[in-house]
């Protein structure tokens, strides 16, 4: 008879992709301390820089003064406060919505969504890019679901028109593992087909707030139309550089998805001083002052394409991929961990990204970039890659 040890001696080895949590002692920036040494850091998705802005903390000290620590409560039992209303109705207006709902956190909001949208009369079909997130919200609602990439939205169409079902279609502005979804227009496309049978929802946690002019994320950057997307996702722990998800749609989504979804009633909601960050950093990402952030930004991702296009170094998407989140193709498992290793040993940190994270034959370097990055700090990660990359070929 197997023990407990013994299960757990074994699921311990079956883990293939296992990653070390670093410990860090500083605040976000181009550079942090982990374990007390300093490290270059281009890991994080602080985009715009907006954890450490002064206002923004200091909105946070502000209201814990005011409010405390915690909500307290569920949204439904005293843990709603005017703030939380505030920056429900500000998110909703900013991007054109009727109405916004707040979530603890983005992975909480993506797994309980999909239990209240699906029963035996609705057919998902999930990008095969998606988070994991989504991955195991429609796992868990037991739906029934397609996995699709651009190759094969003809299916789509097909099963659509050949049933009397309701479809639901999610998917990404930005991927976090490929960059920009360049196949975004399509999909939009698809729905103006069938706007009463389709239902669409798009993550686009990577690209609010610091992509497009104005800041609305890829649906801006790639100039389609929000009234085509019945369902915005984000999060505040990427560019708003502060906690938790939210979600963007009409009145009558929100009022249902309000009362229904599981982690709306029956989780803690956020805290108040959390939120009061967020609605800052939504202000500042209004601002002029943001505007030159976003441009920076697009300046060191554009600077970040011509180093590596001049070092020969291998760019996932390289034209259609605008986005912070970079990546570098490589030919083995065994080679993106020897540059990972090697970089941590030289004081920089990037993300290694193996199987089963992405799929068996396409390992690879990401990197994020962000606001704060200077023109130095670029230089020293494309060399120092492509110096490595000589070393172990």
């Not at 003064?65 to 915690?70: A, D, L």
């Not at 993550?203 to 139309?225: M, P, V």
């Not at 170094?313 to 961990?337: E, G, M, W």
Request: glycine share 6%; aromatic share 10%; charged share 20%.
């Amino acid at each position: 008879m197997e023990t407990w040890k013994q299960f757990i001696q074994i699921k311990n080895q079956q883990i293939l992709n296992k990653r070390e949590r670093l410990i860090r002692n500083s605040s976000c920036g181009n550079q942090i301390k982990i374990a007390n040494s300093l490290f270059y850091n281009y890991q994080s998705n602080d985009y715009l820089g907006l954890s450490s802005h002064s206002l923004v903390k200091n909105s946070t000290i502000d209201t814990i003064h005011e409010y405390g620590i915690g909500s307290t409560g569920a949204p439904t039992l005293g843990g709603y406060t005017d703030i939380h209303d505030d920056l429900q109705k500000k998110l909703a207006c900013w991007l054109s919505y009727e109405s916004s709902l707040l979530f603890s956190s983005g992975y909480q909001m993506n797994v309980s969504l999909f239990t209240q949208l699906v029963n035996e009369n609705v057919y998902v079909w999930l990008d095969k890019n998606c988070h994991a997130s989504h991955i195991d919200g429609a796992l868990f609602s037991r739906a029934k679901f397609t996995r699709f990439n651009i190759e094969n939205i003809n299916q789509i169409r097909e099963k659509v028109i050949s049933n009397d079902l309701l479809h639901l279609i999610i998917t990404e502005g930005v991927y976090s593992m490929d960059g920009i979804n360049k196949d975004l227009p399509s999909l939009f496309a698809l729905k103006k087909e069938f706007p009463e049978r389709i239902l669409l929802i798009v993550d686009d946690a990577h690209g609010i707030g610091c992509l497009g002019d104005n800041g609305y994320g890829t649906i801006e950057l790639l100039k389609l139309d929000f009234k085509d997307c019945d369902i915005l996702l984000g999060t505040f722990g990427k560019a708003f550089g502060s906690h938790g998800g939210f979600l963007c749609t009409n009145h009558s989504i929100a009022k249902y998805l309000r009362y229904s979804v599981r982690s709306q009633i029956f989780s803690t909601n956020l805290p108040p001083s959390v939120v009061s960050a967020s609605s800052k950093s939504l202000e500042i990402i209004q601002s002029a002052e943001c505007g030159q952030l976003r441009n920076k930004l697009q300046q060191n991702i554009k600077y970040f394409k011509m180093l590596t296009a001049q070092y020969e170094l291998n760019i996932f998407h390289r034209d259609s991929n605008n986005s912070p989140i970079q990546l570098i193709l490589l030919d083995s498992t065994d080679k993106v961990a020897k540059v990972y290793q090697s970089l941590y040993e030289d004081s920089i940190l990037i993300g290694k990204i193996i199987y089963p994270t992405v799929p068996l034959n396409t390992p690879r370097l990401r990197i994020s970039l962000s606001a704060y990055h200077s023109e130095s700090d670029i230089e020293l990660l494309v060399k120092s890659i492509h110096y490595l990359l000589r070393e172990f070929i």
